[in-house]
């Protein structure tokens, strides 16, 4: 279990914040509303620095808060869900996948999703996976910085790849 201490206002006290992926329940998306487990993978999660988790119905959901204040704090971890290399675009599956860290996964663009809403954004914590599934698909490919950096209704302006 991945545990993060935070410094009290005094800086005499300390509190444990769990940073950890939480898996899928019956959340609502922080953002649309929609209940996360019912929704077409990837999906996302926050971590903030009051210990509150949020999950996201999908990449955009996640981009579009983390460019909004929150009243929950600093945001101490991102979390998105972990494409396989199998993964079919017109797959509508809503099985739990792995959880990695935002900022060492990659990110696909540039498809149609019916079922998603917002920017459909495709999620992987292996980038010769990340690679695979967006030259098959014909996809833009950006790391975590550019993805984070760009308007959340937006694909991000430069490629991470060549």
């Given at each position: 279990m991945?545990?993060?201490?935070?410094?009290c206002?005094?800086?005499?006290?300390?509190?444990?914040v769990e940073v950890e992926a939480k898996p899928l329940t019956g959340a609502g998306c922080a953002v649309c509303g929609m209940f996360v487990a019912?929704?077409?993978?990837?999906?996302?999660?926050?971590v903030y620095g009051d210990g509150t988790h949020v999950h996201f119905c999908g990449v955009g959901?996640?981009?579009?808060?983390?460019?909004?204040p929150s009243p929950q704090g600093e945001v101490l971890q991102a979390w998105v869900e972990a494409l396989p290399a199998d993964f079919d675009v017109a797959?509508?599956?809503?099985?739990?996948?792995?959880w990695v860290p935002a900022e060492?996964?990659?990110f696909a663009f540039g498809m149609e999703r019916p079922l998603v809403m917002g920017l459909p954004a495709l999620s992987f914590g292996d980038e010769a996976v990340?690679?695979?599934?967006?030259?098959?698909?014909?996809?833009?490919?950006?790391?975590?910085?550019?993805?984070?950096?760009?308007p959340f209704d937006q694909i991000p302006p430069v490629p991470s790849t060549p």
């Open positions: 991945l545990l993060l201490a935070l410094a206002s005094t800086g005499s006290e300390q509190a444990s019912e929704q077409p993978s990837p999906r996302a999660q926050l959901d996640l981009r579009a808060s983390l460019q909004a797959a509508d599956s809503t099985a739990a996948l792995p060492s996964a990659w990340a690679r695979q599934v967006a030259t098959r698909l014909g996809l833009e490919l950006h790391a975590w910085e550019s993805v984070q950096a760009s």
